[in-house]
């Protein structure tokens, strides 16, 4: 293998290197994003049930 096959190789494995990273980056983003929404849902249906329990206090 001569010098220019050597560097193609690393500069390809490098890459590949990069691209798992922006992958794994990228799975992480999504989670985050995910657990976002379910704590501002969370938040809403808290919010919610307080206002229900407060319409059935005066109710009664």
């Known amino acids: 293998m001569n010098s220019k096959e050597q560097k193609r190789l690393a500069t390809t494995r490098k890459q590949m290197e990069n691209a798992k ?9 999504e989670q985050d994003l995910e657990n976002l929404g379910l704590q501002r849902r969370m938040k809403q249906l808290e919010l919610e049930s307080k206002f229900l329990k407060n319409q059935n206090d005066e109710l009664l």
């Not at 990273?21 to 983003?29: A, F, G, K, V, Y």
Request: aromatic fraction near 0%; hydrophobic fraction near 35%; charged fraction near 35%.
């Open 21 to 29: 990273e922006q992958i794994d980056l990228s799975s992480e983003l």
